[in-house]
């Protein structure tokens, strides 16, 4: 009788063969507009957007790019473990291990390097939230109390909101792969309309009292919408689901272009519009469906991904993470050390200092980054 149970077992397994999870391709468009959206949240912090001509408005709305890689962080984790979560082949701890070990080394740089940032915060806040904010932060849950959101580095905010969805996300990614297009595309629609609910709820409540909104206004209801996890969760998600969307759309043909095009004249327009518009919707929700557009465009085969695609533009992708998580801090150095004056370089100033930080983040990249992820997985056996 076992050794019948046993063979029953095997013919089993046999007559359903195991998903195949093979690793998928890599998407190298996407990974250079990474580097194009990095890019972008530096110019948004550290210049004038007037100095770009018809694209001011797009640098003006550096903003938005945080949404995109929020979105577009969904999308890749969906994209490279979707199959394997549905086939039941996801291990929850692996993938923690895999993501810890990933970000966090980073991120831990930028909270060293942002030292000279501590007499600053100690006299902007009480003794007592000064000292949660020292406590949250390595911990990454600053994010969740509006006050500490942007304490000491104020990039980091995202990584506390990403760590929140990376728990969710194994089950985010069991969901049933979609056997037909609409109804998937209701699905992210009721997604997009749920994400537009927090800034829509601002723009009718005004809850801070201001007059007007926009990037320079601060209110603590708005500082809530802008830096803590739950308004942006729907972005994830939807990124979550565009990966099972993007898996039934054929990569070849026009669709695929069609879409990226279209995205990006549209996401233009819209920032173009931005003076006009409500800024707590604009902020997030309201670009979510643009964005999909344009990975969807970016992740087929079309001379739209071809293009964003090339060796330059990836090389310096790879390293966005370092440069969104490090230009607050990288930035300061440059200036504080005068180290521009000593050269005779600050004559060409600020355009000098963005190459600077498009280098040391590439630094950073290969010279903390992928040595630490490689000695803690070692270490983790991740």
Request: charged residues 10%; hydrophobic residues 50%; glycine residues 6%.
């Amino acid at each position: 009788m076992p050794a019948n149970s046993a063979a029953s077992r095997e013919s089993i397994k046999s007559s359903n063969p195991p998903v195949e999870t093979t690793k998928p391709d890599r998407l190298n468009a996407l990974t250079g507009l990474r580097c194009f959206a990095a890019v972008n949240i530096v110019l948004f912090h550290f210049s004038n957007p007037l100095w770009f001509g018809w694209l001011a408005p797009v640098v003006n709305a550096g903003y938005a790019s945080v949404s995109f890689f929020i979105l577009l962080s969904g999308f890749v984790l969906g994209y490279n473990y979707n199959a394997r979560a549905r086939a039941g082949q996801l291990s929850k701890v692996k993938f923690y291990k895999a993501r810890f070990t990933r970000l966090y080394p980073i991120y831990l740089l930028s909270l060293v390097l942002a030292f000279r940032m501590l007499p600053l915060e100690w006299g902007h806040h009480s003794h007592g939230m000064f000292w949660t904010g020292m406590v949250l932060t390595p911990l990454l849950v600053q994010g969740w109390i509006p006050e500490l959101a942007t304490f000491l580095n104020t990039p980091a905010w995202t990584m506390s909101a990403e760590s929140f969805y990376y728990l969710l996300f194994p089950w985010l990614a069991r969901s049933k792969k979609p056997e037909r297009v609409m109804p998937h595309v209701g699905r992210m629609a009721l997604v997009w309309i749920l994400g537009m609910i927090p800034g829509t709820l601002y723009v009718i409540f005004n809850p801070d009292g201001l007059a007007h909104v926009d990037r320079w206004s601060y209110g603590t209801w708005l500082q809530a919408l802008k830096y803590t996890p739950i308004p942006h969760l729907a972005s994830f998600v939807f990124g979550v689901l565009l990966a099972e969307l993007d898996e039934i759309l054929p990569r070849m043909g026009r669709l695929r272009l069609l879409l990226g095009l279209a995205g990006f004249a549209a996401t233009f327009t819209l920032l173009t519009l931005a003076p006009h518009l409500p800024y707590a919707i604009l902020h997030d929700g309201l670009l979510m469906p643009l964005f999909g557009c344009i990975v969807l465009g970016l992740a087929g085969v079309n001379p739209l991904s071809r293009a964003l695609g090339i060796r330059p533009l990836v090389f310096v992708g790879q390293a966005s993470y370092c440069l969104y998580l490090l230009h607050f801090n990288l930035w300061n150095m440059i200036h504080d050390s005068h180290v521009l004056d000593w050269l005779g370089l600050a004559k060409f100033d600020p355009w000098i200092s963005y190459a600077l930080l498009v280098l040391l983040a590439l630094l950073a990249l290969h010279l903390v980054e992928k040595p630490a992820q490689k000695q803690l997985r070692k270490w983790m056996s991740a």
